[in-house]
């Protein structure tokens, strides 16, 4: 049995990040002051040799993986010194990482009732050697994450439409990702991720444990992998509703989705045009739409709905899952099912869930969470601001197949009344709005009105 106490610990290290090309993997070393040392491992299967005028690149990639990917082991002592090996890193990526750092723990932060402000400092080294960004040559190729879930089918779908060369790639292996991938007909890669087997028994140990920015890591997974493979676009699917916060505590936001949100989208694209490549684009194709408008375009897809699935606990690490693709108890089951009823009837979206979770007098305090009324909060789920909900059920509750179910007719006589009427309208949140940097000829397709 390990003793691990995280309160004892003072140092957390970047220790190494090397590429073994004989079997095409990535291993990134970390440690604390005391134990062992913590080595996670990525596989790119069937990657070609790396190109030669792709070298710095890849290696000013490769380290800002092993940099970003550490969050996932600092965070089970949180120490307030950090060390990064080699010849460090300059101010430059320094920024991106403790924001990063400060605000993807946010939640995790909140609840293990830590204050990270004023802790998270990576050292700026003088001798650093700043790799300077120029164009190595990639091929136009989009590569497009998916998640199993409806926003990452909309972007294919909409670069399909514009005849764009596409390849899905999913980190990890999830069989039911695999499917819908499958499903789409497109090129697929599946990268491997494997986590130090040391960092769960640190869990059991006692160690700090928590929500963690995902996609953050995701996303520089896929920054080494478009430098190995050849693609020069790295299209996410994360909507305007990201950047919204789950509640504001003491002065500070707390975002789940910090990592989907435009921030980071922001500090993560100018860290590849500063030191990594010029001619590499990184970008949400969904930025300015809103959650109830990426499921008004998932509506249309229905080759997808008999093996997609956003429920979160299809996709835990750990423990058990459910037997079916909706566990129908969850916040992302409450938010899709909610998310698509105004724009599928009722017979279909049953047939997709199984169940009619409208009907659910059982679900009131959770669908309060998703409205964000009777003092419950947004819930630490990727899912659509209130104010998205509450105009999803005021729809639903002028539609005759809705009205009588009982999460409905309880929107209408106990929670409607005390909101703005206007405040209720669901077109406006079908619009497109906001700051983006989707391409011209993507967006024309996606912020089209339906």
Request: charged content about 10%; cysteine-free; overall charge positive.
């Given at each position: 049995m390990i003793e691990f106490d995280p309160k004892t610990l003072t140092t957390f290290e970047f220790v190494e990040a090397r590429y073994l090309p004989d079997t095409t993997t990535a291993e990134l070393v970390y440690r604390f002051d005391r134990g062992p040392e913590l080595v996670e491992r990525i596989v790119f299967p069937g990657a070609p040799a790396l190109a030669e005028s792709r070298r710095a690149a890849f290696e000013s990639a490769l380290q800002l993986l092993h940099l970003i990917a550490g969050i996932s082991y600092y965070k089970a002592a949180v120490p307030g010194e950090l060390k990064v090996s080699g010849d460090g890193i300059d101010a430059g990526r320094a920024v991106l990482l403790d924001e990063l750092y400060l605000h993807g723990l946010g939640e995790f932060a909140h609840q293990n009732q830590l204050d990270l402000r004023g802790r998270i400092q990576f050292?700026?080294?003088?001798?650093?050697?700043?790799a300077v960004a120029t164009?190595?040559?990639?091929?136009?190729?989009?590569?497009v994450p998916i998640g199993g879930g409806k926003d990452s089918l909309v972007t294919l779908e909409a670069l399909r439409t514009l005849g764009e060369p596409i390849t899905a790639v999913q980190?990890?292996?999830?069989?039911?990702?695999?499917?819908v991938i499958a499903d789409s007909g497109v090129p697929a890669l599946a990268i491997g991720r494997e986590l130090s087997?040391?960092?769960?028994a640190l869990n059991r140990a006692g160690a700090y444990n928590g929500h963690?920015?995902?996609?953050?890591?995701?996303?520089?997974?896929?920054v080494v992998a478009s430098l190995l493979y050849g693609f020069d676009a790295i299209v996410f699917s994360n909507e305007r509703s990201a950047s919204s916060a789950n509640l504001v505590k003491d002065g500070f936001a707390v975002n789940h989705q910090w990592s989907k949100g435009f921030r980071f989208e922001q500090l993560l694209r100018a860290e590849i045009a500063r030191s990594i490549a010029s001619d590499l684009n990184y970008f949400s194709a969904l930025r300015a739409l809103s959650e109830l408008a990426v499921t008004q375009r998932f509506a249309k897809l229905d080759r997808y709905f008999d093996s997609f699935s956003s429920c979160n606990r299809n996709f835990k690490i750990l423990g058990d899952r459910p037997t079916q693709r909706w566990c129908g108890e969850c916040p992302k089951c409450h938010f899709v099912f909610l998310g698509l009823a105004p724009f599928l009837s009722k017979t279909k979206l049953l047939g997709i869930f199984?169940?009619?979770l409208l009907d659910r007098a059982d679900l009131a305090q959770a669908f309060d969470g998703l409205l964000e009324v009777n003092a419950q909060l947004k819930p630490f789920e990727c899912v659509g601001e209130g104010r998205?909900?509450?105009?999803?059920?005021?729809?639903?509750?002028?539609r005759a197949e809705w009205r009588e179910d009982a999460l409905v007719r309880?929107?209408?006589?106990?929670?409607?009344?005390?909101?703005d009427a206007a405040s209720l309208a669901l077109e406006p949140l079908l619009l497109a709005e906001g700051e983006h940097f989707v391409p011209p000829a993507l967006a024309q397709v996606l912020h089209a009105v339906r």
């Open positions: 050292p700026v080294s003088a001798t650093a050697r700043t164009s190595v040559g990639l091929p136009r190729h989009n590569l980190v990890g292996g999830s069989p039911l990702i695999a499917r087997p040391h960092l769960f963690i920015p995902v996609t953050a890591i995701n996303s520089a997974i896929l199984g169940q009619n998205e909900s509450r105009a999803a059920l005021a729809e639903l509750s002028r309880r929107f209408v006589t106990q929670i409607a009344p005390s909101l």
